[in-house]
Antibody, heavy 116, light 110 residues
Framework: EVQLQQYGAELGKPGTSVKLSCKVSGYNIRSTYMHWVNQRPGKGLEWIGRIDPANGNTIYAEKFKSKATLTADTSSNTAYMQLSQLKSDDTAIYFC?????????WGQGVMVTVSS | DIVLTQSPALAVSLGQRATISCRASQSVSTSSYNLMHWYQQKPGEQPKLLIYDASNLASGIPVRFSGSGSGTDFTLTINPVQADDIATYYCQQSRELPLTFGSGTKLEIK
């Protein structure tokens, strides 16, 4: 069974960074793309970017190019996203998702709250 | 970017058919694939893939869900609607990056 495990919630102060993890079990992430999607409170889904864990290649949505950094560790089968220079507008749930046909498997999401 | 347009809400009676539409600002089809996917999201949960490539049922999804369409116009049908289907439904295209989602259609019971 494929599972994407995201842990806990994050509270960050404005101007700081947070690093989110997404551990995959039941599938080798080298064989897929890992995506990150956010959802602001009461809003819809927004694509942040994707990483090819086999070679580290990344593609970002334009608005997240200076905000998000995607990495992956194939030895631990884990994808990461660092969010930098946090602002209140970054308060959202952040999901990781694994692409096979569509975005077939999703983590449960991590709530990131930016507050001083 | 490809913009996907969905109606905000749809009210349907239990046991009836629900038809949710999604229109793309440009074609999301290739010669081989219709690169539109549908997700269900219940409050407090992550999205769940229902339909991939416009008309293929994802693993474990009940057959009362179906999808159709090509080019710029796509439809998700739920027939018959059950109480457990109350959720928000999103379309998403993978024809080109950035991936984009529709704004979601909230399914309500009459």
């Amino acid at each position: 069974e494929v599972q994407l495990q995201q842990y806990g919630a994050e509270l960050g102060k404005p101007g700081t960074s947070v690093k989110l993890s997404c551990k995959v079990s039941g599938y080798n992430i080298r064989s897929t793309y890992m995506h990150w999607v956010n959802q602001r409170p009461g809003k819809g889904l927004e694509w942040i970017g994707r990483i090819d864990p086999a070679n580290g290649n990344t593609i970002y949505a334009e608005k997240f190019k200076s905000k998000a950094t995607l990495t992956a560790d194939t030895s631990s089968n884990t994808a990461y996203m660092q969010l930098s220079q946090l602002k209140s507008d970054d308060t959202a749930i952040y999901f990781c998702a694994m692409e096979l046909r569509g975005l077939d498997y999703w983590g449960q999401g991590v709530m990131v709250t930016v507050s001083s | 970017d490809i913009v996907l347009t969905q109606s905000p809400a749809l009210a349907v009676s239990l046991g009836q058919r629900a038809t949710i539409s999604c229109r793309a600002s440009q074609s999301v089809s290739t010669s081989s694939y219709n690169l539109m996917h549908w997700y269900q999201q219940k409050p407090g949960e992550q999205p769940k893939l229902l339909i991939y490539d416009a008309s293929n049922l994802a693993s474990g999804i009940p057959v009362r869900f179906s999808g159709s369409g090509s080019g710029t116009d796509f439809t998700l049908t739920i027939n018959p609607v059950q109480a457990d289907d109350i959720a928000t439904y999103y379309c998403q295209q993978s024809r080109e990056l950035p991936l984009t989602f529709g704004s979601g259609t909230k399914l309500e019971i009459k």
